[in-house]
C-alpha cells in the first residue's frame, strides 16, 4: 500500500452536471460527502455513497472555482479535477473541509492548499 500524501477526512463532492441542474444550483451542491487520500500514484475519494480512485499520471488539469452565488452567497471554492478516463475527460469537483462548520474563508484557504500539492504531485509525474 502506497502511504497517503495527505489526507482530508471531511470532502465534498460534486459534478459540472450536477451544479447546471435545478437540485444543484438552487438546493444542494454537492452528491457525496467522504474522505480525500491523496499518494504519489492516486487522488482517492471514499464516501458511503461512490468511491473512486483517479491516477495521478491520468489528471490533465486543476483549478479552482467557485460555487453559483444563488446556492451560496459567500463565496466557495472548489478545486476542478478534469482526467482521462476509458478514452474521455471527466471533471470532479471537490471541496476539501474540516466540517460543515468550517467557516468560508477558512475552507477556501484549505482549497488553495489542495490545489498546490496536487499541482506539486501531478508535476512531478
Not at 44 to 52: P, R, V
Not at 91 to 99: D, K, M, V
Request: charged share 20%; hydrophobic share 35%.
Amino acid at each position: 500500500m502506497v502511504e497517503a500524501i495527505r489526507t482530508q477526512e471531511c470532502c465534498y463532492l460534486s459534478t459540472p452536471k450536477h451544479l447546471r441542474s435545478f437540485i444543484g444550483r438552487f438546493i444542494y451542491i454537492y452528491t457525496a460527502k467522504g474522505n480525500l487520500r491523496l499518494t504519489s500514484e492516486s487522488l482517492i475519494f471514499t464516501s458511503t455513497k461512490t468511491s473512486f480512485e483517479i491516477p495521478v499520471n491520468s489528471i490533465t488539469d486543476i483549478r479552482s472555482g467557485h460555487y453559483s452565488r444563488i446556492a451560496k452567497p459567500i463565496r466557495l471554492d472548489y478545486i476542478a479535477v478534469k482526467y482521462s478516463h476509458e478514452g474521455r475527460d471527466e471533471t470532479i469537483l471537490l471541496t476539501p473541509t474540516q466540517s460543515w462548520a468550517t467557516p468560508v474563508w477558512k475552507t477556501n484557504k484549505l482549497v488553495v492548499s489542495w490545489i498546490s500539492l496536487l499541482d506539486e504531485t501531478v508535476h512531478k509525474q
